[in-house]
């Protein structure tokens, strides 16, 4: 007898239909004593607390080399705009620098997640 299968309507895993939701690990569907319907609402709900599945290897540059690349530009951009390197005592508090950057990417962490999340209007 063949076993009907498909994928975890969840985290795409493969699946056997006569088995429960999924059994890949970290799945919030995954039928285990870990699993809970918290879990399953942190996933599908709350960003902040969503359990993710573990990354898998592919043939993509490494995102350490793609950040290296952009902190560069942007040393070579503050130099540019400032004259000089950013460097420690230099007049400006780093924490409160640093405190309102980390305000801005909240924000822009937010809006990236609601835009996936909940489509806008339709642009013409």
């Known amino acids: 007898m063949k076993i009907k299968t498909g994928h975890c309507w969840l985290c795409h895993f493969d699946i056997a ?15 285990s004593a870990k699993s809970s319907l918290r879990d399953l609402d942190a996933f599908l709900g709350n960003k902040a607390t969503a359990i993710q599945p573990a990354p898998v290897h592919n043939e993509s540059r490494p995102i350490w080399e793609l950040v290296i690349e952009d902190m560069k530009a942007r040393d070579n951009l503050g130099r ?9 005592n230099n007049g400006r508090d780093a924490l ?8 801005d990417l909240a924000v822009y962490l937010k809006q990236s997640i609601v835009e996936r999340d909940v489509p806008g209007p339709p642009t013409e």
Request: aromatic content about 12%; glycine content about 6%; overall charge negative.
């Open 96 to 103: 409160v620098d640093a405190y309102q950057e980390a305000l």
């Open 17 to 31: 239909y006569d088995h429960p939701p999924c059994q890949r690990n970290g799945c919030p569907m995954m039928y």
């Open 80 to 88: 540019q705009k400032y004259g000089t390197p950013l460097q420690a």
